[in-house]
């Protein structure tokens, strides 16, 4: 009986340890596919602008901060790194995959196809958040 309990235990602790590092992981991976979707939204739409900011400044300013630095108000609270939309590592990325990371959350973000159901809106946050360049 000790000798299955020790496997048991050793086991759970090899499962949990793997899971740790999946999650502690610093590279949010976006799968090509996702990558590769196109905005479907007028980027240059003044009003869409204005949607969009008024929607960042709903559902995402608290914890990335009025400019994008991630040094909203919430920021502290957070475990992980919140990320600076203004660098031109963020900025490199492709809309597709910024709209993969608002859809679907990882760790502290949470997914927001829920929170903002409307796919549209979602794509607005993004124009918006492109103006949010250093």
Known sequence: MKKQTIILLLACSVAL??????????????????????????????????IGKSLYVKHCQSCHGKEGYGDGP???????????????????????AL????????????????????AEDRWLIINYVRTLKQ
Do not use: C
């Open 17 to 50: 340890y793997s899971f740790t590092l999946v999650h502690q992981s610093k590279e949010w991976v976006v799968p090509e596919t996702a990558k590769k979707v196109k905005n479907p939204t007028d980027k240059s739409s003044k009003e869409d602008l204005t």
């Open 74 to 96: 919430k920021a502290k609270e957070l475990k992980g790194e919140v990320g600076d939309f203004s660098t031109a590592e963020f900025q490199s990325q492709t809309d597709g």
């Open 99 to 118: 709209f993969y990371k608002i859809t679907t959350g990882r760790d502290d973000m949470p997914a927001f196809d829920k929170k903002i159901p409307d």
